[in-house]
């Protein structure tokens, strides 16, 4: 989260005001969070982890989406915009307008210090009921660390870290695997 919020709103006068707003807000429990603008790194990792997807899935039912894509995890409660979505299979999407994704398969975000403590606790909470999410994958962008929440056939979320560029992130649920080197592709990482 990035700035202060708003008076409390409705879920409808959330998505009034974000349709027209310039600056996209997220929305949790009654409050609209503007989202702040990135880091160079922040958005080099987006765009490296959408360069290694899109090959991989082409030819496959899935497709990835980058940072625009509203994705409603709870309704009345929470909307937000991941910073990259793989959808499997038919979009699926709250109303007519098509701006709201109902289905995602793996949300990926980037931890930065104004949102590290919220990806990792209210948005990893939220995340883990959505009944479509098969991976939640945390990119670090101060160091070399990913953390991928994976959930089986039997609905059971397991924990991986990664932490050498030689590793290899395994996303079976949509039948892919990249290196860690390819995602941190030429992101300058402070202290190295």
Known sequence: MASNPVTKVTEEQYLALDREAEVRSEFLDGEMWAMSGGSTRHSALATNIVIEL??????????????????????????????????????????????????????????????????????????????????????????????????????????????????ELKIDSVGVSCQLSGIYDRVELPGV
């Open 54 to 167: 899109g090959p991989l899935l082409r030819g496959t039912d899935c497709r990835v989406f980058m940072s625009d894509l509203r994705v409603r995890v709870s309704p009345g409660r929470m909307y937000v915009y991941p910073d990259v979505t793989v959808v499997c299979g038919k979009l699926l999407f709250a109303d007519d307008r098509q701006d709201i994704l109902l289905n995602p398969a793996v949300i990926f975000e980037g931890l930065s210090p104004s949102t590290e403590n919220y990806d990792r606790g209210v948005k990893l909470q939220q995340y883990l009921s959505m009944e479509t999410l098969k991976d939640y994958i945390l990119i670090d962008q101060n160091k070399v660390r990913v953390e991928q929440y994976a959930r089986d056939n039997a609905d059971t979320w397991t924990f991986r870290a990664y932490q050498h560029l030689d590793d």
